[in-house]
């Protein structure tokens, strides 16, 4: 389904394939002057699938043996944007044998058959930007035993492409979308005989919107973490790019990768994914760790806010909560109403989790995935922390922004004798029932038990006279709320002591025990992982404590610990089975 435009965006459009037509006329380059390293991690199995013919692309699945890549859900503009992209040469360049060489070839050529004249999606600053980068980090691949037209119309599509961005990067939206212009920008005036000349422009903007969109904290406005990941993984590459060929980069590259690190490392969970936030997933397997070793900067995270996010850890066990303001404006159009939400891993195995972003999954999933219950913190029946609002005016989508979202949300850390304390609070229901949500999560110093306590409270007269409203609007039967906790799907979960408390499994055989005070009802219902290449939404399960509020101050106490059973030590063996995007 095609995703509505602002007429910004249609005049835009219009203008992109304007010079994407113009530039099939510009003088081509002939060969490379250097190639960077390829740096991009593919995945083998998936590289093993395409050559199959069995394509799995934003949650779409077609099997059809030697099918050409471009003729794969046509109807499906997701499908069609990750396409165009070309990380999927990645993949191909995983596997590396010569059926693989055939399709990556095949396919790239047929790209500019289609293509090259400013036909297709593909023509936009960003994904030109990422489809230049796998092309050039691929050249050698690619060309390995090319007839020599094929080879000249190669060459002619990257200069093209890169006459195109020098021409429409300032176009790109602000945050990745313009880095990934850029790096691509840099890539192919570095690579390419006779497109030096972009090279300098490319750098000079790259820097300045590292300085611009980059912050103190070393984050990004849409606070999506696997969007900072692949920020990172484009600066370090440009570095990277600009040092093999004999320039310096500007200091202002090298200060983000220095303010960034430390970020990424927060929001890093004991199993090694990222934290799931805004729209971002668990990010690529590899890409963290990668990025991190060639950014070089070993600096250890603060015991502080890192991008809005707080971050406990003991033995085993992290712990990361979205303890900031949600992005507002036009950051904010893959944003969640996650705020206080939390996830928790133990050793290598996620345990609570939030749902995740539905974007491929479709445009119900997408908005379900945005909306409260789908996080794990406390929530007020019908309502969202934030509220979706207008549609963005932004000149890319017509996509809904986040708005009437908290304006104060605290956070405050303090040690107690035998371990850590958070204590935080928003105010994203004072407008609707005149209650703050305050929640202090204590986790032991060992990791195997963490304590919880939420609490929904009235301020001042004012709140105190907005929630008597709500109150009468239940005909006095109370505010009902819900306090959930979202189970990652390998987590086998059951009712325990006659109701009271809930066992969850993991498959590392660590047992985990979830109680309460008894002041809620206690329930476990059918949830979904929500995870980007997964072919459906995946069921799991999630406990609910839920109830109804009657007075200015209602508080729900609960904890999270090992069962004595379960060892210091668990020598985690099981590993994932990466085919499951296939089989599930």
Known sequence: MAKPQTWRAKRTQFMHRVHARSVSRARPATGFVSQ???????????????????????????????????????????????????????????????????????????????????????????????????????GFFLLRGLEKDDSQAFYRSLAQQTIFLSRRWHTSAQGLPRFEAL????????????????????????ARDCTQEIDDTGGIPTRNPEELLEVLTLLTWATAALKESGNQPPAAIAAAIARIT???????????????????????????????????????????????YARLNGGRTSIVIDAAIPPVGAASVNAHASTLSFEVTSGRRPLIVNCGSGKTFGEDWRRAGRATPSHSTLCIEGFSSSRLGAP???????????DDVPT???????????????????DGYRSTHGLTHARTLDLAIDGRGMVGDDLLTTLNETDKHRFERALDDTSLQGVPYALRFHLHP?????????????????????????????????????????????LKPRPSQQVVLSGRTMAYATRVRWSLAKAQDTPEGVRDLVTDDPMDDYDN
């Open 490 to 534: 390998d987590v086998d979960a059951t009712l325990d002591m006659g109701g009271a408390a809930v066992s969850m499994a993991l498959k590392s055989g660590e047992i985990w025990i979830l109680r309460h005070d008894g002041h809620a009802e206690l329930a476990l219902e059918p949830s979904v992982y929500l995870e980007n290449g997964r």
């Open 36 to 138: 960077p390293e390829p740096r991009t991690i593919g995945h083998f199995a998936r590289g093993r699938q395409l050559v199959a013919g069995n394509y799995l692309f934003a949650g779409s699945l077609t099997e059809a043996k030697n099918a050409i890549i471009w003729d794969i859900a046509k109807d499906n503009e997701v499908v069609a944007e990750e396409l165009q992209g070309c990380a999927w040469l990645d993949d191909l360049a995983a596997v590396g044998d010569a059926k693989a060489r055939v399709c990556a070839q095949k396919w790239v050529l047929e790209w500019i058959t289609r293509f090259g004249n400013g036909r297709g999606l593909g023509w936009t600053p960003d994904l030109v930007g990422r489809r230049l980068i796998r092309w050039i980090q691929h």
């Open 408 to 426: 104060l949300v605290q956070a405050e850390f303090s040690s107690l004798h035998d371990g850590k304390r958070i204590e935080l609070s928003h």
């Open 262 to 308: 430390p970020t990424l490392r927060a929001l890093r969970h004991a199993d090694g994914g990222l934290a799931r936030f805004h729209g971002g997933g668990r990010g690529l397997d590899g890409r963290l760790d990668h990025a991190l070793a060639a950014a070089g900067d070993r600096t250890r995270p603060s015991e502080d806010l890192h991008m809005g």
């Open 183 to 206: 790096t691509g920008m840099i890539y192919a005036g570095l690579s390419l005989e006779g497109m030096e000349e972009h090279v300098a422009p490319a750098v000079k903007a790259l």
């Open 392 to 402: 963005s005016r932004s000149v890319t989508s017509r996509q809904e922004i986040l």
